[in-house]
């Protein structure tokens, strides 16, 4: 199994605060992603980075920021939760833009 | 409106019937890419396709890439109840994975 690790796996939290989801590769892959998976939406990108310091926006970035400090982390923030951001949250890695995409298992995020 | 549209969207069968999904854009990918989900785990990949018109098999399942590289189909043969999951295609665009809407089967015993 490729080393993903998405943290937390579960998370319910108020709207109108701000949350950080994190993801952590040992496999020193250049190419990060978020993305979130909704019901009849399959897995829709919210922001990638690639390399350190390198990010761009993917198609539904709105209400998302994204920091990358180090090779191995990925962050996603909302800077102010809302009800609609309440989804699974997927971190994919990549060893070129091109390659087959590892997926960590997911955080569930809910925000009531 | 997403770029990849995949039909049907749930599909429930029986044991050894055959089936087809669907794939389809307006736009050109430079390669695309077919994974499968299992509940409460990330989309693993099952294969990638890169030149138009390009056929894979992979055990039961058929993998085709359009000839304008625009659209894609999985065919499955003799379908098995360990075939149940979601299906997604992929497409590769300016560094980007882009995700169809994903397809649900389940395969009954």
């Known amino acids: 199994d490729a080393g993903i690790t998405q943290s937390p796996r579960h998370k319910v939290t108020e709207t109108g605060t701000p949350v950080t989801l994190r993801c952590h590769q040992t496999e020193n892959h250049r190419y990060m992603y978020w993305y979130r998976q909704d019901p009849g939406h399959g897995l829709r990108l919210i922001h990638y980075s690639y390399g350190v310091k390198d990010t761009d926006k993917g198609e539904v970035s709105d209400g998302y920021s994204v920091s990358r400090s180090k090779t191995e982390d990925f962050l996603l923030t909302l800077e102010s939760a809302t009800s609609s951001q309440t989804s699974v949250y997927f971190c994919?890695?990549?060893?070129?833009?091109?390659?087959?995409?590892?997926f960590g298992q997911g955080t569930r995020l809910t925000v009531v | 409106t997403q770029l990849l549209e995949q039909s049907p969207q749930f599909l429930s069968i029986q044991e050894g019937e055959n089936l087809t999904v669907y794939c389809n854009s307006s736009s050109v990918f430079s390669s695309l890419q077919w994974y499968r989900q299992e509940p409460g785990e990330g989309p693993v990949l099952l294969v990638t396709?890169?030149?138009?018109?390009e056929v894979k098999k992979l055990k039961r399942l058929t993998f085709q890439f359009g000839d304008a590289r625009k659209d894609s189909s999985l065919h499955i043969t003799a379908a098995q109840p360990g075939d149940t999951g979601l299906y997604l295609c992929a497409g590769e665009k300016t560094d980007k994975l882009i995700f169809g809407t994903g397809t649900r089967l389940q395969v009954f015993p």
């Open positions: 994919a890695i990549a060893l070129t833009g091109t390659a087959e995409a590892f």
């Open positions: 396709v890169v030149t138009g018109g």
